[in-house]
């Protein structure tokens, strides 16, 4: 049924609507530089992105089932996630230039603002999990804008939030394939926008930017499916798995409930990852690799490879690892109460891997609790892990 409903809603997105796709088109591809042709993915972690964009799969991880439900299958005991709240900032060098002349006339100052790629993000999630089966609550919010063309100037906005429900379940075959499947309801509000000189000219700061997208935005609700498959010989040493998972079956259409037209359809995602985790005496170590977008043909290779390791020492988790060809590091402190969690990483917003790189900053806390079948206390918030991988 829900199948049924999303088909129907794509086939009855408004004329409006498709009007717009086909002006962004055009601009678009006059103007490779414009951050659209970044690859929007939504509920990364910080972990992961530290790693490469890799996720790492954890026993105790009540949050798997956002990257593949049929990880459920091999979670044990209990697990919550009762808090997850990340905050992203894109170069902060562009970021303090801007806030610092928040006052100023815009259009007295253009030139300080061309070519500068402003990106901020909020994002997070709560979970609940027993063996194969799971619940989540998600959410992301982006903003970001794009100033260029000095002889018309044009502003290039993007302000996104997505959040909803996530409802997981699974299976696992004899031999140890487990699958799973995830169904989702997501709001979405916002998208990307295109201004040009008259409305650049009336904005008198530039939080007021904000309060000009603020009267465009779209808003809409839709319903999706996540189907996964994994292996996880645990017997061996390093625990290795494989994993596939399919994100967004078939695109995940938005019904137009406020504003002009429904937000842009989510793009489906199709991910092949292969990953180790386990400890040697005095230090935990894990590391994989991810291909992801691969039935996305229009997407260079090169964005397509992410790879990554993490070494744990102590109540110390050090991270690196190649986002989209770039390097990324990280680091994550284990405090008992929460965790700590700081990535930084560069991100192609162009075509293809070095054309436009942004590089991007994010720091968050986590709250989480795990039982065991008899619901004793396995571990909290990292606490009596010892050596074991933290998400």
């Given at each position: ?6 088909e129907?809603?794509r ?12 002006f ?5 591809s006059?103007?490779?530089k ?7 993915e939504p ?9 490469g ?61 061309y ?9 997070g999630?709560i979970?609940l ?18 100033l ?38 997501v ?5 990307p ?21 603020s ?47 429904a ?14 985790d ?15 977008h ?52 560069t ?11 942004q590089q ?12 065991d ?19």
């Open positions: 049924m829900l199948l049924i409903l999303s129907w809603l086939k009855n997105e408004s004329t409006s609507f498709q009007i717009l796709k086909c962004l088109t055009l601009i678009f006059f103007y490779l414009v951050f659209a042709t970044e690859i929007y509920f990364q972690s910080i972990r992961q992105m530290g790693m964009g890799v996720y790492i799969f954890n026993e105790e991880d009540a949050g798997s089932m956002i990257q593949n439900p049929a990880l459920l299958c091999e979670t044990k005991g209990f697990n919550a996630t009762f808090l997850n709240v990340q905050l992203g900032v894109g170069d902060l060098k562009d970021y303090l230039d801007m806030t610092n002349s928040g006052t100023s006339q815009l259009s007295d100052n253009l030139t300080d603002y070519g500068k790629n402003i990106w901020l993000n909020t994002n999630f979970a999990s027993l063996p194969c089966f799971g619940l989540a609550g998600v959410y992301n919010g982006t903003a970001s804008f794009y260029h063309n000095p002889a018309y100037p044009e502003l290039v906005t993007f302000y996104q939030t997505d959040y909803g429900a996530v409802i997981g379940g699974g299976f696992q075959l004899p031999g140890g394939l487990s699958l799973g499947m995830n169904v989702k309801r709001t979405r509000k916002g998208g926008l295109i201004y040009g000189a008259p409305q650049i000219a009336n904005l008198a700061q530039t939080s007021d930017i904000s309060s000009l997208v009267t465009d935005q779209n808003e809409g609700v839709g319903y999706g499916f996540d189907f996964g498959a994994s292996t996880r010989w645990s017997f061996l040493p390093f625990n290795p798995t494989l994993s596939l998972a399919w994100r967004d079956v078939g695109s995940m259409a938005f019904s137009k409930t406020k504003g002009a037209a937000p842009e359809r989510q793009k489906d995602n199709l991910v092949l990852g292969a990953t180790i386990g400890s040697i005496p005095f230090f935990g170590l894990s590391g994989g690799i991810e291909l992801r691969l039935l996305d043909s229009q997407e260079q290779i090169g964005k397509k490879i992410h790879m990554g390791a993490e070494v744990h020492f102590l109540m110390f988790d050090i991270r690196t690892g190649l986002y989209q060809g770039y390097p990324t590091y990280g680091l994550g402190m284990n405090f008992w109460l929460f965790n700590l969690d700081i990535s930084s990483y991100i192609e917003t162009g075509a293809y891997p070095g054309q436009n790189p991007r900053v994010q720091i968050g806390l986590k709250t989480e609790i795990s039982l079948p008899n619901f004793n206390l396995v571990d909290f918030n990292g606490h009596n892990r010892k050596l074991k991988q933290r998400r």
